[in-house]
Antibody
Framework: EVQLVESGGGLVKPGGSLRLSCAAS????????MTWVRQAPGKGLEWVGR??????????DYAAPVKGRFTISRDDSKNTLYLQMNSLKTEDTAVYYC???????WGQGTLVTVSS | EIVLTQSPDFQSVTPKEKVTITCRAS??????LHWYQQKPDQSPKLLIK???QSFSGVPSRFSGSGSGTDFTLTINSLEAEDAATYYC????????FGQGTKVEIK
């Protein structure tokens, strides 16, 4: 059974940092392009960024609102995806999902609240 | 950035009715268009990938069509469990999502 389990969410003050993790199982994680998607309360889905598989270069891409502040990485030996979030803003408040989008795999999401 | 515009934003439908949701891309994306269903407090679920390929386990009443800039998700004979918000997503370039279409059961 495929599982993606996010962790690391919580309450953080504006300007603060947080690191999210996504533990994967049930599929060949090292071959997957992995993505972070977020959803602000009551809003739609927003693509945050992705990391390609190492065989495809392992490069990262980011959405404009988070570029320069967020960093996606992966540890294929641990089947884990990461999202390092720095300089957080109130508008970053959202549920953050990890996903292997067109494979149909999504985690349950973890809530990040940025508030003073 | 490729902008995806869905229509309508909201639809109230009676059971067994046919539902059509459209997604228009701001530039041609070939067939790199995918559809998701999201119910309240749940993660999105993939319904259709690459415009018309049904994802495993998805009921046959869901179908997709289109290419280039215009795409359609069709739900034949709507069931009560189909009440949800539906999103399109493109993977032709840096991914983006449509704004969502909420389907309510009358």
């Amino acid at each position: 059974e495929v599982q993606l389990v996010e962790s690391g969410g919580g309450l953080v003050k504006p300007g603060g940092s947080l690191r999210l993790s996504c533990a994967a199982s049930g599929f060949t994680f090292s071959n997957a392009w992995m993505t972070w998607v977020r959803q602000a309360p009551g809003k739609g889905l927003e693509w945050v960024g992705r990391i390609k598989s190492k065989t495809d270069g392992g490069t990262t891409d980011y959405a404009a609102p988070v570029k320069g502040r967020f960093t996606i990485s992966r540890d294929d030996s641990k089947n884990t995806l990461y999202l390092q979030m720095n300089s957080l803003k109130t508008e970053d408040t959202a549920v953050y999902y990890c996903s292997a989008l067109t494979s149909g795999y999504w985690g349950q999401g973890t809530l990040v609240t940025v508030s003073s | 950035e490729i902008v995806l515009t869905q229509s309508p934003d909201f639809q109230s439908v009676t059971p067994k009715e046919k539902v059509t949701i459209t997604c228009r891309a701001s530039q041609s994306i070939g067939s790199s268009l995918h559809w998701y269903q999201q119910k309240p407090d749940q993660s999105p679920k993939l319904l259709i990938k690459y415009a018309s390929q049904s994802f495993s386990g998805v009921p046959s009443r869901f179908s997709g069509s289109g290419s280039g800039t215009d795409f359609t998700l069709t739900i034949n004979s709507l069931e009560a469990e189909d009440a949800a918000t539906y999103y399109c997503h493109q993977s032709s370039s840096l991914p983006t999502f449509g704004q969502g279409t909420k389907v309510e059961i009358k």
